[in-house]
C-alpha cells in the first residue's frame, strides 16, 4: 500500500484517503501527509492500548463491529468514488461490503488455504470471514493463478483483474555486488516459511561451500526463534547463521548487494514481497513450488521452483547456483527484467487507475440499467 500511494500521490486528479487500523493509540485521528489524508482508527483490546492477542480473538468474534462502524463513518464522510480494499486478513472488507460503493479486494495472502498447513486460532477465526468477502465482492485485484482459482471456487461471477504488488524503488537502484556465497532468508519466523529446511539444507551446502552463510531477517515467536537457534548448534552450523531481526526496506536492499542467492523454502505462500523485492535488484531466487510462487517464477528462466520441505533439493539447488557464475548472472537478469514491468510503482499505479475507471464506467453502466 505504501508504495503505491507514493506513486498515486504524484498522480494529478486522485484524492486519496487511507484508512487504517492501529493499537497502541488512544484516540483515532485523521492527518494529511505528502498528498495523501490518513484516518487512523483506535483499535485495541477493551480498556487497553493493546492489540488482540491470538488467545482471545475478540475482533474477529465480533466480526470487527467495532471496526466498521468507524471505518462506516469515515467512508460517508469522505464519499469516495471507489474502495480498494489490500487483503482478506483483516476485517476492512467487511465494512466496505456494508457500503453501496464500488469495492475491489487485492488478494495478498490466503488464509483459508494458509490454515490448511499451519493451522492457528488467528487464522481458525479470520478464515470464514476471508470466504464471506470472497463470495460476496464483486471485483477483485489478482496476482496469481493460485489465487484466481481461489476466488473462482466462492465466487463463479467474480470479475478478476491483474494487479500485481509496486515494489519499494529502493531496490530498482542499482548496487555494485560484490562476490560472495551468503544466502539470503528474509520473512516472518514461523513454520510456515521452512526456515528449518532452509537450516537443514545448509548443513549439505556448507560441505561442499564452506564459506557460504545465511543470513535469516524477520521476526517471529520468541520460543520457536530460540528452537531453531538451538538447531543449529546441534548442527553444528551456528557461525555461518546469521540472525538479523526485522530490518527496513533500504537495509534490505543493502543485505541484497551482500548475498548470492535469496531462498524462499515456504510451505505455502501467494506471492512474497521478498521474492518480488530479491527479482527487481537483480537477486537470483530459489523457492518453494506452492501456491502463487509459480505465477512470479518461471522455472530454470527467472528463477529455480523446488519442492517444499524437501531440503535435499534445495541444498542442491543452492550448491548448483552457487557454483555457476553464469547461470546465476543469467537467472538474475531475466528476473530483473521481468520485474521491473511487473513491480515498478509508477507502472502498476498506472495500471491500478485503469482497473479503477474500468470498474466506476461498468457500475454506472449498471446504475442505468
Request: hydrophobic share 45%; glycine share 6%.
Amino acid at each position: 500500500i505504501v508504495n503505491l500511494a507514493k506513486a498515486f500521490a504524484k498522480t494529478p486528479n486522485v484524492d486519496l484517503h487511507i484508512i487504517t487500523a492501529s493499537a497502541g493509540i488512544r484516540k483515532s485521528h485523521t492527518f494529511t501527509k505528502d498528498g495523501i489524508t490518513f484516518h487512523v482508527i483506535r483499535h485495541t483490546f477493551p480498556f487497553t492500548t493493546r492489540g488482540f492477542p491470538d488467545y482471545m480473538p475478540l475482533h474477529q468474534l465480533t466480526r470487527y463491529a467495532y471496526l466498521r462502524r468507524q471505518i462506516k463513518k469515515v467512508i460517508l464522510k469522505v464519499q469516495p468514488d471507489l474502495i480498494h480494499v489490500h487483503g482478506t486478513e483483516f476485517g476492512y472488507g467487511l465494512a466496505a461490503l456494508q457500503t453501496e460503493v464500488p469495492t475491489i479486494v487485492s488478494i495478498q495472502g490466503l488464509i483459508t488455504l494458509y490454515a490448511q498447513v499451519y493451522p492457528s486460532i488467528r487464522f481458525r477465526f479470520q478464515a470464514p470471514i476471508e470466504r464471506f468477502i470472497i463470495s460476496r465482492a464483486k471485483y477483485f485485484g489478482s496476482r496469481t493463478a493460485w489465487a484466481n482459482s481461489f476466488i473462482r471456487k466462492l465466487n463463479k461471477t467474480a470479475i478478476i483483474y491483474d494487479l500485481p504488488e509496486a515494489i519499494n524503488e529502493v531496490f530498482f537502484e542499482q548496487v555494485a555486488k560484490s562476490p560472495n556465497q551468503n544466502i539470503l532468508l528474509v520473512g516472518t519466523i514461523e513454520q510456515r516459511k521452512g526456515i528449518k529446511e532452509a537450516l537443514d539444507a545448509m548443513s549439505i551446502i556448507l560441505a561442499t561451500c564452506p564459506s557460504s552463510k545465511l543470513f535469516v531477517v524477520g521476526e517471529g515467536e520468541a520460543d520457536y526463534t530460540r528452537e531453531l537457534k538451538q538447531l543449529t548448534k546441534s548442527a553444528g552450523i551456528e557461525a555461518s547463521v546469521e540472525w538479523l531481526g526485522f530490518k527496513t526496506a533500504n537495509e534490505i536492499a543493502t543485505l541484497h548487494a551482500k548475498s548470492a542467492i535469496l531462498i524462499q523454502p515456504s510451505y505455502m505462500d501467494n506471492s512474497p514481497n521478498s521474492v518480488a523485492e530479491a527479482m527487481v535488484s537483480g537477486l537470483p531466487v530459489i523457492a518453494s513450488n506452492v501456491g502463487g510462487i509459480p505465477s512470479m517464477i518461471e522455472n530454470g528462466v527467472t528463477g529455480i521452483l523446488v519442492e517444499p520441505k524437501n531440503h535435499f533439493q534445495l541444498a542442491e539447488a543452492v550448491i548448483t547456483i552457487l557454483s555457476d557464475d553464469a547461470a546465476r548472472e543469467r537467472l538474475a537478469s531475466n528476473a530483473k527484467r521481468v520485474a521491473f514491468e511487473r513491480h515498478f510503482p509508477s507502472i502498476v499505479a498506472e495500471k491500478t487507475l485503469r482497473v479503477y475507471d474500468d470498474i466506476v464506467a461498468k457500475e454506472k453502466i449498471n446504475s442505468l440499467h
